[in-house]
C-alpha cells in the first residue's frame, strides 16, 4: 500500500489525477489507506476514473497484489445512478448511493437524524448485554462500562455530535447495567430501596406508593420545620413571573406583601375567574372599587412580562440561585439548629 501511495502522489502531482480541495489553502485529497482498504476520490470525469484504472493495474502488475473490482464501489456525488452505473460497469465495479459505511462509520447520512444513529445504540447493547450483568461483579460491571465507552466516543462521537436523545438511550443501557432493571426484584437498585425503605417482602405495587408518600412526607416535613423555626418558606422559596401562564395571580404569591386575593380583597370577591392566569384575562366591570383597582394596576405594573415560563427563584439571595452561605445565614439569625 505503501508503494500504491508514492505512485498516487506522483500522479497527482503530474496531473493525471485530479483528487479534491475542502477548502481553499487545504491541501489536496485523492486517497485514503487503512490496512488493505482504500477509497479513491477525484473529480468526476471521464479521463480520472481511466487514469485511475490504468494505475491500480500497474499497482497490480508490479506488486502482485489483485484489485478486486467486482467488490469495489463507485459513488458519483451529485450524479445520476444512470450515469454512474454506467461508468461503474467500465471498470467492473458495483454503483452505489449515499450514505455507505467505511470502519464502521455512516459517511453520506445526516447524523442529526436518531434512526442513523441507531446502528451505534445497537452496538452499546450488544456490548452492555444483559446477561453480563448477571455473571459480572458490581466492579466488573464497571470497568466493563468504562472499557466501552472509553472506546466508542473517541471513534463516533470525535466524528458527530450525537443528539439528546442518543446519549439519554445510552446513558438508560448504562443504568440498567450497573443498577439492574426497576422491575427486577433481584437488581442491585431494588436492594437499595427496599433497604432504605425497610419494604422487604411486600408487593411491589405497595412500595411503589410507600416511596412516593415518603419523599413528599419528608419534603413537607422540611417545609414545617423550617416554618416552625420562624422561617416563612415563601421567603426562601418564591415565584418568579416572566408570560404568568404557569401562576394564578390572585391564589399565587408571585408578589412582595402576600396573595393578591388578600391585598384586594374587594377586586377578588367580584373577579368571575377565580383562577385567572394574568391581567388580561380580568373581568371587573362595574366593580365600583376604583381605588383598589388603581392601586392594583399600579401594584402590577412593575412587573415586566416576558416569553419564557414562568420559574421557582431562590429569596435569600439576589441572584435568585440556591447558596448554601445564604441559607446557613438566614439558619444561624433564626436560631435554626435543625439538620436538613
Known amino acids: 500500500m505503501k508503494g500504491l501511495n508514492v505512485t ?3 500522479t497527482c502531482n503530474k496531473g493525471l489525477f485530479y483528487g479534491v480541495k475542502i477548502g481553499n489553502g487545504d491541501p489536496l485529497i485523492s486517497h485514503l489507506f487503512y490496512a488493505d482498504d482504500a477509497i479513491f476520490v477525484g473529480e468526476w470525469s471521464q479521463n480520472n476514473l ?25 459513488f458519483g456525488i451529485g450524479i445520476s445512478q444512470n450515469i454512474t452505473r454506467g461508468w461503474a460497469n467500465l471498470l467492473g465495479c458495483v454503483a452505489r448511493t449515499l450514505p455507505f459505511n467505511y470502519l464502521g462509520v455512516s459517511v453520506g447520512a445526516n447524523m442529526n437524524h436518531i434512526k442513523n444513529w441507531q446502528p451505534i445504540v445497537d452496538m452499546f447493547n450488544s456490548k452492555l448485554s ?4 448477571k455473571t459480572l461483579s458490581f466492579g466488573g460491571r464497571l470497568t466493563l462500562i468504562n472499557s466501552v465507552l472509553g472506546n466508542i466516543p473517541t471513534y463516533y462521537l470525535s466524528l458527530f455530535k450525537a443528539p439528546c436523545e442518543v446519549t439519554n438511550s445510552i446513558e438508560k443501557l448504562r443504568r440498567q447495567l450497573l443498577w439492574g432493571h426497576k422491575l427486577d426484584n433481584t437488581s442491585l437498585w431494588s436492594q437499595v430501596i427496599t433497604s432504605i425503605h425497610n419494604l422487604s417482602d411486600k408487593p411491589a405495587d405497595h412500595l411503589s406508593k410507600k416511596i412516593i408518600v415518603g419523599v413528599w412526607n419528608n419534603i413537607a416535613g422540611a417545609k414545617l420545620d423550617i416554618e416552625k423555626k420562624g422561617v416563612q418558606f415563601n421567603i426562601i422559596i418564591q415565584k418568579s413571573v416572566s408570560s404568568g401562564t404557569d401562576t394564578l395571580f390572585w391564589q399565587d404569591e408571585w408578589i412582595h406583601g402576600g396573595k393578591l386575593k388578600d391585598r384586594f380583597p374587594g377586586l377578588y370577591s367580584i373577579e368571575r375567574k377565580k383562577d385567572v392566569k394574568w391581567m388580561k384575562d380580568f373581568n371587573l366591570a362595574g366593580a365600583g372599587l376604583s381605588l383598589e383597582l388603581a392601586q392594583l394596576i399600579a ?4 412587573f415586566i412580562t416576558g416569553v419564557a415560563s414562568d420559574s421557582w427563584k431562590f429569596g435569600l439571595d439576589s441572584s435568585g440561585i440556591f447558596t448554601t452561605r445564604a441559607m446557613c445565614a438566614k439558619m444561624v439569625g433564626n436560631n435554626m439548629s435543625f439538620s436538613l
Open 130 to 133: 444483559t446477561w453480563k450483568a
Open 50 to 74: 481511466k487514469n485511475l484504472a490504468r494505475i491500480l493495474r500497474c499497482f497490480h502488475i508490479t506488486s502482485g497484489l489483485k484489485v478486486n473490482f467486482h467488490k469495489s464501489k463507485v
Open 299 to 302: 401594584v402590577v405594573a412593575l
Open 8 to 10: 498516487m502522489r506522483a
